[in-house]
């Protein structure tokens, strides 16, 4: 896994705002925040993408992360936010090194706007990727 900026945070080898540390997770304000509270919850382990962590990696940031929100919402007095989490580069991640996006909603412009290109779901497609996950979940 080769280093990025966050494994260089975690060391301390660049400055971050922390807000947050366990033995598991690290969260800090975002750099290029979306709004202000845009906060970066991060596990200690320097995987890329959320589906390499480990069950205990993966409930560590579980466990954190509605208790960071909770202080986020009370620190920043805005109650709306989002979580975002990318994986891959087409999926707009920059930064190989899993991390979970907590952006306060202020308001329509502020934090983060999303274009949602919705449709249908195709009822074959639907029933081939049901038998593939749950088959694959088992694995
Ligand atoms: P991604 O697009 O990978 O999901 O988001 C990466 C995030 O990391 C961006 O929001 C960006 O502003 C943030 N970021 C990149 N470099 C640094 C840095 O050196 N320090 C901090 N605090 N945030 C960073």
Redesign the pocket.
Known sequence: MPET?FTK?LSGT?P??KVHEDHHTFA?????PLSPGHT?LIPKVPVAKLHELSDEAAAALGRVLPRLCRAIVHATGIPDYNI?Q?NGSPA????FHV?I?IIPKPNATQGLNIHWPASPLDPALAKSLVTKITTALRE
């Not at 800090?28 to 290029?32: E, M, R, S």
């Not at 707009?92 to 930064?95: E, N, P, R, S, Y």
């Open positions: 900026i945070i660049i971050a705002h800090f304000l975002d750099i290029n970066l975002l990318n707009h991640q920059a930064v991390h996006h």
